[in-house]
Structures are given as structure tokens and as C-alpha cells.
């Protein structure tokens, strides 16, 4: 409603709620123009609709990622409707957020179009709409995906100056001042942000440490992840791989809010196809929110938190920072010890891609 009535995407919310100037627009201009037909329904029809949208990307990720014994019949929907009980998943579908769409497109590319015209073209799409799919396009050159790499960044940039033809004011203002302005990232310690720099801005209260902290954890994290993704890819894990990127993209990011950890439904279909019983009873404890209702949150009580707050409050950031020296090591086994992986369960006769 903003373009249409010619106003700035970037400009503060004026509905009268007093909660609206802390959630501005934070996509690229072409979020807002690809989502322009949205405007035609009624509001609430318009959620119903992404919903929607949503809800059939849920099914087609937990599908995909399924071993194919459980992708049809009452199985497959049982643990369809079990997913929406995961925090990350209702929060994004009730606020109306587009992390499963995106994150179908990114498992499309890089599970189902490999070697096939265009592929990479989605991730591009995917992270013109958002920039962390980003982290995605590095995943194509670690996998040695080349040319799809290359079409993701072409797909990228051309989205960004469509936008910037149609919004040049708007474009701008994104790319000097929005970008970093509009999440507060530099120092955002609401319990919502599960991310490196999240923890450390809530353990140093908003230091002037917390940058370069996050900064130096982030390298880290980068390079070690790096380095897990092509051992996976090597052993033929494609969906282990691509989960591994994905996680060190959440950790990594300054604000990654606990909606954008929708990448624990893949998860948890690989650690079905895997028979981890411990594994899916972790996830299920952690991921379905209860204990951030347990901690104070808001007006920066974060950074009065006890101890066990603190364990409470950080717990998506923990589980994946107690999960890392697991995969680091799994990585680097002799894959018939860790057991049979993802991908050659997908299909029978289907031969790995490494």
C-alpha cells in the first residue's frame, strides 16, 4: 500500500500502533514491487493467500526431504501437521513472513535442478527478495556449481536494478541507509534475534566488544563451515550439506529472528530418514518456543538475564552451537559409520551427486 500511494518503502509506519515504528520495511525495493498484487485483496485475505502459499511450500520441503516411505498417505500428513507445532513455522506463517517460500526455493535449486537449465535462477530470486539466501550462491561454488552460482548472482542482480529503475529513490535509500538501520543489527539484543551477534550483544549488554566478538565468531564459523559443506558434498550429502549452510547463515547474520529458523523442518526430515530418535526429541523440545515465555523479554530486560535466562533465552543459538562439534566431527567419518545418507535415500537406484 506504501507504493501505491507514493510514498517511501523505508519510511516509518504511520498506522497510529505504537508498536509500528519498530517494525519497518527491511526487504530490497523488489520485495516490495513483487509483492505489489497482494495489495488487490482485503488485508486479511491477502495473509490467507500467503499462508496458503506457505503451507504448500511447508509440504514440498518436508517431501523433499523425506525418506520416500513416509512422502504419501496418512504418515506424510501426520508429520506435515506435526511441523506447524515448531515454533519458526507458526510464528512465520502467523506474521505473515515469506522464510518458507524461500527457503523452498533454495531446496528446489539445490536438491531438484541441479544439472538442469536455469538452476541457481531461484536462489538468485530468492535472495533479490531477502539478501541471506546469499550465503546460498556460496554454497553453489563450494558444491563446485559453477555456472548455477553464476546464474544466481545474474538472477540477483538484475532483480536489484529492475527495482532500481522503477524505485531509484527507493533503491538508494536501501543500500545507504535501510540496509543496516532498519533491524537496528548493530545493536539488537531482543530475545528474538537468534543469532551470534543477538547472543553477544545480550552477554555483553550492548558493548562496544559485541562487534568485534561477532565479527571474529563469525569468520570462524564461516570457515569451519566451509570446510564441513565440501566434506559432506564429497560423501554425497547433499541435504546435509545444504542444512549446514544454512545453519551457519543464521548464525552468522546479525539479526536472525527465531521465524527465520524454519530451516529445523528439513532437519527434521533428515533426521527421520536417519532413524535419530534423540536427535527429533531434541529438536522438538527446543524448537516449539515454550521457554521464551519463561524468560523477560522487551525494553532490554535481556540484558538483566540470570543464568538460566540466559540458557532459556539463547536456546536455538545453543542447540546449534552444541549440534557443531557433532557435525564437524560426523563430517569427517568414514560415511559407512555415519550411516546412510539423505541422498541416497531419496530415491532407490538413484546415484549420488558429488
Known sequence: MTLLHGDSLYAPLTTGEPWAPSLPFT?????GLLFLPLTMLPSQLGWGVLAALSALALGFVLHECLPPRLRTGWRFGALLVATLALEPVWRSIGLGQVNLLLMA????DVLLLRGRKGAGVLIGAAAAIKLTPLIFVAHLVLTRRWADAARAMAAFVVLNLVAAVVLPRDTVRFWTEALVDGNDATTNSWIGNQSLNGILQRLTGEGKTALFLFAATAVIALGLGAVVVRRLHRNGDDLGALLVTAAIGLLVSPVSWTHHWVWVVPLA???????NVWGLLALAVVFSGWQ???????AKSELTWTAADVLLGNSYLIAALVAAPIVILLAGADPALRGRTARVE???GEKSRS
Open 27 to 31: 526487504y530490497p525495493p523488489i520485495a
Open 105 to 108: 526455493m533454495v531446496v528446489a
Open 269 to 275: 526430515g533428515y533426521l527421520i530418514a536417519r532413524s
Open 292 to 298: 521464551f515465555k519463561m524468560v523477560p523479554s522487551g
Open 346 to 348: 531419496l530415491e532407490p
